[in-house]
């Protein structure tokens, strides 16, 4: 499965350990892919270390990826009946929002600056769908965990 440029943590991703990289099994998965700008703008909030351990790589796409085979109309549509959708990181979860403005998915409802816009989806890949985003989903609930992520200096 392919889906990021050259350099990106995703593409980091790609070379994990075997037994690590759950891209790599007969499961299937949805990912919410954020696009280069979104990483771009990421990665100069944080410190070039934490991105050497592929836990932390680990960590960081389990916030953006869900079990299942969901297209754009499945969630939607399962949108209508389900409040949140569970991600692979334990004890977080996903909202999908449908406005006037588009197709977004969000850490909480409740606030439109952590809604991430969904630019391109339905991106078939062998084990699910990916769905291009504009920004990476960060849970600001979790100060501890963004505090790594925004501060790390240890390797």
């Known amino acids: 499965m ?5 350099g990106g943590i995703t593409e980091q991703f790609m070379i994990l350990p075997e037994k690590d990289n759950i891209l790599q099994s007969n499961e299937s998965y949805t990912i919410f892919a954020p696009n280069d700008a979104a990483m771009t703008e ?15 790589i680990l960590t960081m796409m389990s916030f953006h990826m869900m079990g299942g085979n969901f297209n754009s109309d499945m969630l939607k549509v399962r949108s209508q009946n389900y409040n949140k959708f569970p991600t692979l990181a334990d ?8 406005n006037t403005n588009g197709f977004f998915v969000t850490p909480r409802s409740d606030d ?3 809604m991430a816009q969904v630019l ?4 078939v ?8 985003i504009d920004k990476m989903i ?13 501060n790390f200096e240890k390797v």
């Open 2 to 6: 392919k889906f990021a440029e050259k």
């Open 42 to 56: 990421f990665l100069s909030k944080t410190k070039a270390l934490y991105w050497q351990k592929y836990e932390n």
């Open 91 to 98: 004890g977080y979860s996903l909202h999908i929002v449908i």
């Open 112 to 114: 439109s600056s952590l």
């Open 120 to 123: 391109s989806a339905d991106i």
């Open 125 to 132: 890949a062998i084990n699910g769908f990916i769905h291009i």
């Open 138 to 150: 960060e849970y600001i609930e979790q100060e501890i965990i963004l505090k790594q992520f925004l």
